[in-house]
């Protein structure tokens, strides 16, 4: 397989590749094309990431209030839900470790903020941590005077 080969070009899967680079060659008489914007695709992402999961929470909560006993009675009631929590439970972990190492490594400012988003969901957190990292990253190279 060559290196930069993807399957159904014009996919998702080709999208999110050629958004991985900040600048390469089409292949077609050397042009360039510039890097994909994804701040506004990560935006979207948390609104539809807080969106989703407390449409369901939200009628469940006023019908119920605050019952934790009843919460966990229900989510674990069947297989389906065991599963579905546990990989809540195993993504939220993942985030909050990759939040703090990579937020660490790049002295990120506000880097707590996607580890209290945790309350509404990985959801949540794991697309708002992307959108200020670009962010940093943009605001360290406009005054490096690289943009």
Request: a positive charge; hydrophobic letters at 55%.
């Amino acid at each position: 397989m060559a290196a930069g080969w993807l399957p159904w070009p014009g996919t998702l899967v080709h999208c999110i590749h050629a958004a991985s680079a900040p600048v390469r060659s089409t292949g077609q008489r050397g042009q360039l094309h510039a890097e994909i914007p994804m701040q506004p695709i990560y935006l979207l992402l948390c609104l539809a990431g807080t969106a989703l999961p407390l449409s369901q929470f939200v009628p469940w909560l006023a019908a119920h209030g605050l019952h934790l006993p009843l919460l966990l009675q229900q989510a674990s009631a069947s297989h389906i839900a065991a599963f579905a929590w546990a990989d809540v439970l195993v993504s939220g972990i993942a985030v909050a470790v990759f939040v703090v190492v990579e937020g660490r490594r790049l002295i990120m400012p506000r880097r707590w903020l996607p580890l209290c988003c945790l309350a509404v969901g990985p959801s949540l957190a794991l697309p708002l941590f992307p959108l200020l990292r670009e962010r940093h990253l943009a605001a360290g190279r406009l005054r490096a005077g690289v943009e």
